[in-house]
């Protein structure tokens, strides 16, 4: 039976062909397929954007039924030229398409196409921006093999200038962009690749060939890379730092079949960090500056004050002066040491309100954080400038506070990126997650009920909306000051570990 190809369908052979194929043709496959909680909160985002966007367009009527039925539906209310149909539906030629809106255009009797994303912008990135419109470009292909009058093609998108204030402004929340021109130098070559999808997605036996993956850097691999690629050890070439970034080096290393690290030419050319990280594995022993560790933590005045966030990003923004995207910070921990042998001190703040924390985070931050002291962050840029450049921005009264507590700042991931310390079991990595493991390995995030950033926002907006009781609120509370506290007690720990490093030599 002949697969039908939707444009989701369509996008992730563009991708990867292999992996959408074993999508569709392996169960046995599919968990590799189930979405992660970053994943979850992606699409959920995306839901609440289009169905914000669809009030730019009263008076829409939905298909909400799905296959032939839904085509029927639009073909109805195409007859009857509804101003703006919602899901319309079309299946021809193997393909599926389903249009967010479809308007009818009066003045040329035609049919427009508005595709909805939950972007700042069409450019957001080259990835996206070629994404989207292939997207547009897939359904005007459609619709034309149906024998629609398709006329104009817009992508809309949310406004990264809006700021919030007071009830939504739909209309100012977003911008409509009309990419016909482009979707019209575009339309040959995608009924071209559509072809090709269709003919590769149709095939009974499993194709050879198809998974491009091994010419990227691990983090860009498809879901079944191990299965398409089972000579590739699972810690390669593939993941040494940034090898994907550049042209040369690792087409070169896969074209000669060159993947794992003890294979790597001796003269090959490396950067400083792929050096150390190599170094580090080959020798199976960590690579140690202690004097690069003693000028990054040595002379850093207490108080130390471990600190770390935790924020919700709405696409579309929750409370007035906010941008789309902005984070809401509704949580931190706090550890403080007042000196190297001291008591370690821990003070904890959770947002519970559906509301706005940022004042009373800055007022906290001024009580507890001494100008004196030493912040220690993980990864300094979000909680300097995605967090607290955002506070001052929407409280200008309180920018003197905020700039004071940024120049305190210290991020200790620097000892890491900067290779004072390479161990060969961070596999280049210098997140938390990877490092706090391999130095302390009894402190571990795995076995909490909520140990990554996504699930701890997408838990504290489900704990605020209203959506659980109070016996599952107050679960949701406990279980995010478990998770943020040992961030900071993270932060503590590896800190420790190098402060008696250097103790003992």
């Not at 950067?271 to 020798?283: E, F, G, P, T, V």
Request: proline share 5%.
């Amino acid at each position: 039976m002949q697969k039908l190809i939707s444009k989701t369908t369509f996008l992730e052979f563009l991708y990867c062909p292999k992996n959408i194929w074993l999508k569709l043709h392996k169960p046995e496959l599919l968990n590799k397929f189930e979405l992660s909680e970053f994943e979850k909160h992606l699409l959920e985002q995306g839901n609440e954007v289009e169905k914000c966007a669809k009030n730019l367009f009263p008076n829409g009527v939905e298909v909400t039924s799905t296959g032939e039925e839904a085509c029927e539906k639009t073909a109805r209310l195409m007859k009857l030229k509804t101003q703006y149909i919602f899901q319309a539906t079309f299946i021809v030629d193997g393909f599926i398409a389903r249009n967010d809106v479809l308007g009818y255009n009066s003045s040329t009797d035609s049919w427009d196409i508005y595709e909805i994303k939950g972007t700042n912008s069409l450019k957001d990135s080259e990835s996206k921006e070629r994404n989207h419109v292939d997207d547009l470009a897939f359904q005007t292909a459609v619709l034309k093999r149906a024998n629609i009058k398709v006329g104009s093609s817009f992508l809309i998108h949310l406004n990264k200038e809006y700021i919030r204030s007071g009830e939504l402004d739909i209309k100012a929340l977003f911008t409509i962009e009309n990419i016909t021109e482009t979707i019209s130098e575009k339309l040959e070559h995608i009924n071209e690749l559509m072809e090709g999808a269709k003919e590769y997605l149709n095939q009974t036996e499993e194709p050879s060939i198809g998974c491009d993956c091994h010419f990227k850097g691990r983090s860009n691999h498809c879901a079944t890379f191990e299965h398409s690629h089972p000579e590739i050890p699972p810690y390669s070439i593939h993941d040494l730092s940034r090898i994907g970034q550049g042209k040369k080096k690792l087409p070169f290393l896969v074209e000669n079949k060159i993947y794992n690290l003890e294979d790597v030419p001796h003269d090959f050319e490396l950067s400083n960090d792929q050096k150390n990280q190599l170094r580090a594995y080959l020798d199976k022993k960590p690579l140690i500056n202690l004097e690069g560790i003693r000028e990054e933590i040595s002379s850093l005045p207490y108080p130390l004050y471990f600190f770390d966030y935790e924020a919700y990003a709405p696409a579309i923004p929750a409370f007035s002066g906010y941008h789309p995207y902005n984070f809401i910070p509704f949580q931190f921990s706090l550890h403080i040491l007042n000196e190297p042998n001291g008591e370690l001190e821990h003070i904890e703040f959770l947002h519970t309100k559906m509301s706005d924390p940022s004042e009373e985070v800055v007022k906290l931050l001024e009580k507890y954080i001494d100008p004196k002291g030493t912040i220690i962050v993980w990864y300094r840029p979000f909680e300097e400038s995605h967090i607290n450049k955002k506070i001052a921005e929407r409280l200008p009264e309180h920018k003197d506070i905020i700039a004071r507590i940024n120049n305190q700042i210290y991020d200790l991931r620097d000892v890491f990126t900067k290779q004072h310390f390479v161990h060969p079991d961070f596999k280049g990595k210098t997140s938390i997650k990877k490092v706090l493991p391999v130095l302390t390995p009894e402190h571990q995030y795995k076995d909490l009920v909520i140990n990554e950033g996504g699930q701890a926002s997408e838990e504290w907006w489900k704990m605020v909306s209203g959506s659980v009781d109070a016996k599952e609120q107050e679960e949701i509370a406990k279980n995010l000051k478990i998770y943020c506290g040992l961030d900071t007690y993270a932060m503590y720990a590896i800190w420790r570990y190098l402060y008696k490093i250097l103790k003992d030599f």
